[in-house]
């Protein structure tokens, strides 16, 4: 089966940075799109960002200019770098690896967490 897993979350203030990685167990992993999204208490999943084979990003609107997409085929890897953070932001964040029609693979999630 398919892996992916996720890490790079932590605490920081408000206005830090964090890099977010995932890394899946797929010699295929160039060929597929990979989604990032994010779940805070309370709420619903939402979507975060995606960034296709070709590199094709796109970002929700409550992230766009802060956050940022970037894939290393070659250590199948996608990372999510994460500027200017407010508290907002403060969630789970998943990654998704898209291999197919109704098919795509879950990591377990980190948390990332801004507060002063």
């Known amino acids: 089966q398919v892996h992916v897993v996720e890490s790079g979350g932590g605490l920081v203030q408000p206005g830090g940075s964090l890099r977010l990685s995932c890394t899946a167990s797929?010699?295929?992993?160039?060929?597929?799109?990979v989604a990032w999204y994010r779940q805070a208490p309370g709420k619903q999943r939402e979507f975060v960002a995606t960034?296709?084979?070709?590199?094709?990003?796109n970002y929700a609107d409550s992230v766009k200019g802060r956050f940022s997409l970037s894939r290393s085929n070659s250590k199948n890897t996608v990372y999510l770098q994460m500027n200017n953070l407010e508290p907002e932001d403060t969630a789970v964040y998943y990654c998704?690896?898209?291999?197919?029609?109704?098919?795509?693979?879950w990591g377990q999630g980190t948390q990332v967490t801004v507060s002063s």
């Open positions: 998704n690896l898209v291999a197919g029609l109704e098919l795509s693979y």
């Open positions: 797929e010699n295929t992993f160039s060929i597929y799109a």
């Open positions: 960034i296709l084979s070709g590199g094709t990003e």
